[in-house]
């Protein structure tokens, strides 16, 4: 089997990085950008543990001008400036890859694609394969049979591996014209000119045709008279130019051994220190694992299970059995963690049950496993008493799923009083990772067992059940252990920031509500979405036929490569309408999001590609995925919320995710009129805050004008604030003021400037800034609220809700604009936003607790989607319930304005809405 050597574009790879998470970039306590940075080791890493190459190279570019710049001084004259924080990381960059051992290499007067070329065609044969790891098309021209072009995969996926037959598939010719391709077409990335009017398929033709640039021009007097030959006459000596400029040198005068690039695994210390100085306690655990791979080290700053250091006990037998629960009924509180056989809550099997009440010690009960098989009925019995006695509390890791598990095995779980993975995401919600692994490398320095050391992964994984107890006992217990640990270090901090009331009296007990909402589920009628999926089917048909007629060809409507190719090379829609054609994507594409493509909607085909998108994403989405959802046990579906993953408070929720469900459009209406009630004789009730975020945003600011508009009654408060701003009365304010007042008052909340609002209302950004001032002038202190908003995330690193929730923004500290401008917005919007997510938690709180000390109460929650609350009731109850929902909701927490609460209820959704 050959060897692999992988060559790293460093340069590319160090701006897809960068702009990676350029919507969400990851600052670190000072305040620095350190995006690039993670991805860039992200993708390392990920290259080395699934390839394992032997030998390792990262080329980059230098600053010094090349070759290329000799033969044509516009060359990549276009570029833009690399973005300060960007360049602000540049040097750490190269210092922690040199620290970590990786081989850097650069040489001014050539660029990394040449030195690439110089060294994958000096090694690339049948002992040794040359993987390049970049997304630029001009190393294409490079691949044969012992090399190849490597896209890391996504989220789990497979990496793309490009051999010359897949360079053939993708643009129409073979590696070795690949050259002359794209001289011929040009590249607006590197400003190389090209030939005006020559697009991929054009060219990719010619070289069918002709096999090379100088072969086209030989036959070029035979060619019959057209626009194209005249092109190809007239840019002659720009078509040769552009072949040099595109040509990767494949002599780069560097001296590079193979044993110069082999890999040579990193020193955990340097490592563990590293991190800690960039605050990237995530990527420990790979490398660690990377390097246990390479060898026997183990680093002297983390700690894993060792046998020695803990007393985990098996509970196998009665006698043991009976010892065990003597201590646990001691005990004031306790951790426990099901093992079971599914991800499913309402229909996993239980494996076992990990208990601990002492640091460092931990028992495991199992109750399935193929080697012991205690009486399940008997234990759970046994537990029962403790487990349903308020007085003792109960600590875990998501808790919510123990929680419904053992509800469907008949134990209902009373004194759910501390769950870790909330309360790391309440002291730091921003962070994505609240997972027991995470959390104990971050709080301990502990690496967990992992638990494909048990099952395995992929086709050979397996189940729980399927292992013998003592196998399962040391990662049972340790989950157990480590939670308690964990646990103890989470309550001090919350105690510390004086987040134990938000933890305590709200994410907890709401903890409890949402395991009752998601059990609930909700059914769908499969016979109308049947009949949906059916009629966009034929409307998918149809535009696709017409986008088709229009393009003069079939192609992938989906693929934004080839619609841009489609659009912009060969149709030039953009001609027609005498605009700029787009700009290309980093990957060398057009962009054609929905906002690019709105840019040119005056013509006919771009309204069809529109609704094209929306219909299929639909259709794939909701309506041929919603009855897939449905669960063969109760035959409802029961969408998961995630409570710890947005950093204003709001909940979430997946399969489906009923948050992005659009409520204008027809389509999503009938998607909402599959929701119906799963009992005889009863509806479905929606219960919806009225403008709830704007009126925080007036109790926040306290601003009088604002407050008194909401305090008459059955107040439009966007036509008064139209008749305000526009200084007219409330009789002349016309639908056109109120839709600009509504823009205004909805995007202040979002910090929107006089470019997005003019871009929103299609006005100059001179008239937006107008409207805006007016809008200040008529509600000052809500411009007061927002300076001092983002005064104190300046000052204290911080914004709170009224809850005391807290959002940090060190991003309010960078030296970029654009990330510094971002956190402003974040801390204006965070409060608002943060205590409307909070109001409608105490809301659901409260009316689970109404719902549960109503005897024999006929109605159920159901679901939470944005401000909205939905409930399935008896009809004969259903006036008298939504009386006591809209006053329950209208007083879930306290404002100086009015809380409206609206209900109406129906035989669906939809018609709870209308």
């Given at each position: ?139 294409a021209q490079l691949v044969n049979d012992h090399v190849f072009l490597y896209a890391v995969g996504k989220a789990g996926a497979a990496p793309d591996i490009m051999n010359a037959q897949k360079v053939i598939d ?745």
């Open positions: 089997m050959s060897e692999k050597l992988f060559l790293i574009d460093g340069s590319a790879l160090y701006y897809r990085s960068y702009f990676a998470f350029i919507r969400n970039p990851l600052i670190n306590s000072k305040g620095e950008n350190t995006s690039a940075t993670f991805g860039f080791l992200n993708t390392m890493i990920k290259i080395l543990d699934e390839e394992r190459p032997e030998y390792v190279a990262i080329i980059f570019d230098t600053s010094k001008p090349t070759f290329r710049h000799e033969i044509y001084s516009e060359y990549k004259a276009t570029r833009e400036k690399m973005p300060d924080d960007m360049r602000a990381q540049y040097p750490r960059m190269v210092d922690t890859l040199k620290k970590l051992n990786f081989i850097l290499i650069d040489k001014d007067g050539y660029e990394a694609d040449d030195i690439i070329g110089m060294l994958s065609h000096k090694y690339g044969n049948k002992d040794l394969d040359v993987f390049i790891v970049s997304g630029d098309k001009d190393m993708k643009y129409g010719v073979n590696p070795s014209q690949i050259v002359d391709w794209l001289a011929l077409m040009g590249d607006t990335s590197d400003n190389i000119p090209g030939v005006p009017k020559v697009g991929g398929k054009t060219a990719a033709k010619l070289l069918g045709e002709y096999g090379s640039i100088p072969g086209i021009y030989e036959n070029l007097e035979g060619m019959k008279k057209s626009a194209l030959k005249d092109n190809l006459a007239n840019n002659k000596e720009q078509a040769f130019m552009s072949q040099n400029l595109t040509t990767i040198d494949l002599k780069v005068p560097m001296d590079v051994m193979l044993d110069d690039i082999k890999f040579n695994v990193w020193d955990m210390d340097v490592v563990s220190k590293i991190l800690k100085e960039l605050e990237f306690p995530s990527l420990f655990n790979r490398m660690l694992a990377l390097t246990e791979a390479d060898s026997d080290f183990i680093p002297t700053d983390t700690s894993q299970y060792e046998k020695e250091a803990v007393n985990y006990k098996l509970v196998d037998t009665k006698e043991s059995f009976d010892g065990f629960l003597k201590e646990l009924k001691r005990q004031k509180k306790f951790v426990f963690d099901l093992e079971t056989d599914s991800l499913d809550s309402l229909t996993a099997n239980i494996a076992g049950i990990a208990f601990s009440w002492k640091e460092h010690q931990g028992w495991y009960v199992p109750i399935n496993h193929f080697d012991i098989k205690l009486s399940e009925k008997e234990i759970l019995r046994s537990l029962t008493p403790v487990f349903t006695n308020p007085k003792i509390k109960k600590y875990g890791q998501n808790l919510k799923y123990d929680h419904a598990v053992l509800k469907q095995h008949g134990v209902n779980v009373q004194g759910i009083y501390f769950d870790t993975m909330i309360a790391s995401y309440v002291l730091d919600p921003s962070n994505r990772q609240h997972n027991l692994d995470n959390l104990a490398e971050k709080y301990l320095a502990y690496k967990m067992i992992p638990i494909s050391d048990l099952i395995g992964k992929g086709k050979d994984e397996k189940l729980m059940t399927d292992l013998a107890a003592n196998e399962v006992l040391p990662y049972a217990a340790e989950d157990a252990d480590i939670s308690l640990r964990v646990a103890n270090i989470l309550e001090d901090k919350l105690k510390e920031h004086g987040l134990d009331d938000l933890f305590f009296n709200l994410e907890m007990p709401l903890l409890e509500v949402l395991e009752i909402t998601e059990t609930n589920g909700i059914k769908i009628n499969l016979d109308l979405l049947s009949k949906l999926s059916e009629d966009i089917a034929k409307e998918l048909a149809k535009l696709e036929k017409e986008i088709y007629d229009f393009a003069g060809q079939e192609f992938n409507i989906s693929s934004p490569q080839q619609l841009g190719t489609i659009m912009f090379e060969e149709k030039k829609i953009h001609e027609e309408l005498d605009l700029r054609k787009p700009k290309k994507t980093k990957t060398g594409q057009f962009s054609t999001s929905e906002q690019t493509l709105e840019r040119f909607s005056e013509h006919p085909v771009i309204d069809k590609i529109l609704n094209f998108r929306k219909l299929a994403k639909l259709k794939n989405t909701y309506v041929d995925a919603l009855p897939e959802m449905v669960n063969s046990k109760t035959g409802k579906i029961h969408t998961s919320y995630n409570q710890t993953v947005a950093a204003t408070g709001r909940l979430s929720s997946m399969n489906p995710n009923l948050q992005n469900i659009p409520i204008r459009t027809e389509l999503g209406k009938e998607i909402r009129r599959a929701f119906i009630p799963s009992r005889e004789g009863y509806s479905i009730l929606s219960a919806d805050y009225s403008q709830i975020e704007l009126r925080v945003m007036a109790h926040l600011s306290g601003d009088e004008t604002l407050i008194k508009g909401f305090q008459q009654d059955n107040t439009d408060i966007h036509a008064v604030t139209a008749s305000l701003i526009f200084d007219i009365s409330l009789e002349e304010v016309t639908a056109d003021h109120r839709r600009k007042a509504k823009e205004i008052n909805f995007g202040i909340m979002y910090g929107m400037n006089k470019w997005g609002l003019s871009n929103r209302l299609h006005i100059s950004p001179d008239e937006a800034e107008l409207f805006i001032a007016n809008y200040f002038a008529t509600y000052p202190n809500i411009q007061l609220f927002m300076r001092k908003a983002i005064e104190q995330a300046n000052e204290q690193g911080y914004v709170e809700t009224m809850m005391n929730r807290r959002r940090y923004l060190p991003e309010i500290k960078s030296k970029n604009r654009n990330i510094r401008e971002f956190a402003e917005r974040m801390a204006i919007n965070t409060p608002i936003q943060g205590s409307a997510a909070d109001l409608i938690k105490k809301a659901m709180i409260d009316m689970q607790r109404f719902i549960d000390t109503q005897e024999d109460c006929p109605a159920y929650m159901l679901m939470q989607v944005h401000d909205e609350l939905v409930f399935e009731v008896k009809d004969s109850y259903i006036k008298e319930f939504a009386g006591h929902v809209e006053r329950i909701m209208a007083n879930a927490m306290p404002l100086s304005v009015p809380v409206v609460v609206e209900s109406a209820s129906g035989a669906n959704w939809l018609e709870a809405h209308e």
